[in-house]
Antibody
Framework: QVQLVQSGAEVKKPGASVKVSCKASGYTFIGYYLYWVRQAPGQGLEWMGWIDPNSNGTNYAQKFQGRVTMTRDTSISTAYMDLSRLRRDDTAVYYC??????????WGQGTMVTVSS | SYELTQPPSVSVSPGQTARITCSGDALPKKYAYWYQQKSGQAPVLVIYEDTRRPSGIPERFSGSSSGTLATLTISGAQVEDEADYYCFSPDSTTIGVFGGGTKLTVL
């Protein structure tokens, strides 16, 4: 079955870091870019950046540069998104998404990250 | 910074045609993509490359683009089409942006 399965919900304090995982199955992991998109409660979708699992190349939205790191482990077909120096407004659902030549055709189930003291 | 502008809400009666627009300066040169998000669920791709419909998406969903305006049309909207709809377009080969989303009400 073609799917992306993400790690479970997290609760973090302001200033901490969070690492969300995204395990791909049912397709060739290195064949597609993976994007990360987040959605704050009641808000719209926000593009964070992408990783090319084949080359390990990355590109981050300017808003997150310096705080986000996207990595992957090809041996277990898993991508990771690490967000540091968390703020309360980082509270959101974080999605990993497969890119099919510009179209996001496969979404993970989402990971809720809550930042609260 | 690049922006895509959508109306906050659109409302139609069942069976009517719903049109959701997305305005952006790069749209004459870049494709538009459309996503449907029902409450509590992950988004689903409904239109890609301006006009193409993925397999499994009902034929009542169609897309068009002219100049700086892309449009998602739902012909004969159904109650189950009630959702938030987001357009997306790359700003360049490496950067992308979503529109603010449109809440479609069918009642």
């Amino acid at each position: 079955q073609v799917q992306l399965v993400q790690s479970g919900a997290e609760v973090k304090k302001p200033g901490a870091s969070v690492k969300v995982s995204c395990k791909a199955s049912g397709y060739t992991f290195i064949g597609y870019y993976l994007y990360w998109v987040r959605q704050a409660p009641g808000q719209g979708l926000e593009w964070m950046g992408w990783i090319d699992p084949n080359s390990n190349g990355t590109n981050y939205a300017q808003k997150f540069q310096g705080r986000v790191t996207m990595t992957r482990d090809t041996s277990i077909s898993t991508a990771y998104m690490d967000l540091s120096r968390l703020r309360r407004d980082d509270t959101a659902v974080y999605y990993c998404v497969r890119d099919l030549t510009g179209a996001f055709d496969l979404w993970g189930q989402g990971t809720m990250v809550t930042v609260s003291s | 910074s690049y922006e895509l502008t959508q109306p906050p809400s659109v409302s139609v009666s069942p069976g009517q045609t719903a049109r959701i627009t997305c305005s952006g300066d790069a749209l004459p040169k870049k494709y538009a993509y459309w996503y449907q998000q029902k409450s509590g669920q992950a988004p689903v791709l409904v239109i890609y490359e301006d006009t193409r419909r993925p397999s499994g998406i009902p034929e009542r969903f169609s897309g068009s683009s002219s100049g700086t305006l892309a449009t998602l049309t739902i012909s004969g909207a159904q109650v189950e089409d009630e959702a938030d709809y987001y357009c997306f377009s790359p700003d360049s080969t490496t950067i992308g942006v979503f529109g603010g989303g449109t809440k479609l009400t069918v009642l």
